[in-house]
């Protein structure tokens, strides 16, 4: 094992983003269900950082503020201006040095495999020197994982009312599973001089919560598909049988026990070039605890609490809140060969906001206290005495609240100062449109 205070000096390095996977789901963070017996491993082995927090509730808010470090432009854009939100992805990320520039910078060769459809075509690629980009498309040719379910699926659905009804043409893209394009990943490392950064966004366990028949403990096939279509043409929540939920569970767990599989599977598999793991979510999963399901433009703990570990840097457990967007300065320093020193990284209070037009709400939070407003109300909660924000304390103590409002108002102003000047100096050297995509592409069949 690599000690905080004597790491070897240019690690291999992986950063395993697993899409809707939230904090207490883990077995290192209490979960009693068995989900993460890998994960845990090397929780006890690294870094744990309890109090991860997600920049955003969903990828498009949380996963270009984790790559470069910085929040975007804060005006309010409606969910349904997908093209308008799909350019301020990749404006920002042009505008500055993303994660994977950094390491590309300090000399590793960087790949990025990446299944969800938010970070293809934005400009996730830059600093990649191999990018795969996984579709539906693909895994219904893959003879790999499940393949066949997929063709089969996607045979059905495109014949039928039901397809019309799932929306089929749209989202064939969320059933990719890691085991559908694993072979790619390897075939890539392989191919690749040391050190390396290698960064794989699994989108296991993504709506629709699906597992293969060898990593399922609590569901059957039948069960896991009939919860996943009732639940994806149901009109609200309300619709939704307590059965039918309490399979959807169930398979959200399973979902979970398969991309646990695949950490074990990458630390089999790739153990001889004894990389360094940086494992995290980019956002979390309701079911229904403040009236929503799935990931919506919330900001509560079910949202944004969202595991995070360091393996083989020494075992500490850091309590104090860390945000995501922490992640490009953490593995820039793993990069540098120099001692890793967790609490660096930390925040007394971590901030997150949501984008949607009609739902914007912002908190910021710190290990007790936890603040939220929609610009209208407020919310205030004690972490401590009720982890599921079940009571809001605001009128009990005005004064707090009246606290953490200034502070989230002041860390807002200055993200916004810190884009208008970049945004400024890229008016007059032009770097926004120097700076152009840099990798292979759709990876193709």
């Not at 082995?45 to 910085?70: C, H, K, L, W, Y």
């Not at 990593?215 to 059957?220: A, D, G, K, N, P």
């Not at 109300?377 to 924000?389: F, K, Q, T, V």
Request: proline share 4%; hydrophobic share 35%.
């Amino acid at each position: 094992m690599k000690s905080v205070e004597s790491q070897d000096a240019r690690e291999n390095i992986i950063l395993l983003t697993i899409d809707s996977l939230r904090a207490d789901h883990c077995g290192f963070m209490g979960c009693e269900h068995d989900t993460t017996p890998t994960l845990d491993r090397l929780a006890r082995d690294g870094v744990v950082f309890e109090n991860a927090i997600a920049p955003g509730p969903r990828t498009p808010s949380s996963m270009p503020v984790a790559f470069t470090g910085r929040f975007g432009r804060q005006e309010e854009v409606p969910w349904s201006d997908w093209r308008e939100r799909w350019d301020r992805i990749a404006d920002l990320l042009r505008r500055h040095r993303t994660l994977a520039e950094r390491l590309q910078f300090d000399g590793y060769t960087t790949i990025g495999v990446t299944a969800n459809p938010w970070t293809q075509k934005t400009g996730f690629d830059l600093g990649f020197d191999r990018f795969l980009e996984l579709q539906g498309a693909d895994v219904i040719k893959s003879g790999s994982g499940n393949g066949q379910t997929f063709r089969v699926l996607d045979w059905l659905f495109d014949r039928t009312r039901l397809g019309r009804e799932y929306q089929w043409d749209q989202a064939r893209d969320w059933f990719v599973q890691w085991t559908h394009y694993y072979d790619r990943i390897l075939k890539a490392v392989r191919k690749v001089e040391q050190p390396y950064f290698l960064w794989v966004f699994a989108l296991d366990p993504h709506q629709p919560y699906l597992a293969p028949r060898t990593h399922r403990t609590e569901t059957s096939a039948a069960s896991m598909y009939y919860a996943n279509v009732r639940e994806r043409v149901a009109g609200s929540l309300d619709e939704l049988s307590s059965r039918t939920r309490t399979w959807l569970k169930r398979s959200y767990r399973d979902s979970i026990r398969s991309a646990d599989r695949l950490v074990a599977a990458l630390e089999d598999d790739l153990a001889a070039g004894d990389p360094t793991f940086v494992v995290h979510a980019d956002h979390g999963e309701a079911f229904g605890e403040h009236g929503t399901f799935g990931h919506e433009e919330q900001v509560y703990e079910e949202n944004l609490h969202v595991p995070f570990v360091v393996s083989g840097v020494g075992s500490q457990t850091v309590r104090d809140p860390v945000s995501l967007r922490s992640l490009p300065a953490l593995l820039e320093r793993l990069g540098s060969g120099e001692p890793l020193h967790p609490e660096e990284f930390t925040r007394e209070y971590v901030t997150a906001t949501t984008e949607g037009i009609h739902t914007r709400a912002r908190t910021v939070r710190g290990q007790r206290w936890k603040y939220i407003t929609d610009g209208v109300g407020g919310e205030l909660y004690d972490l401590n005495a009720d982890p599921g924000e079940t009571e809001n304390l605001i009128e009990g103590r005005p004064e707090l609240a009246e606290q953490l409002r200034h502070l989230l108002e002041a860390r807002h102003a200055h993200d916004a100062e810190t884009g208008a000047i970049v945004q400024a100096v890229d008016a007059v050297n032009g770097a926004g449109k120097r700076r152009t995509r840099r990798s292979d592409g759709h990876a193709g069949g």
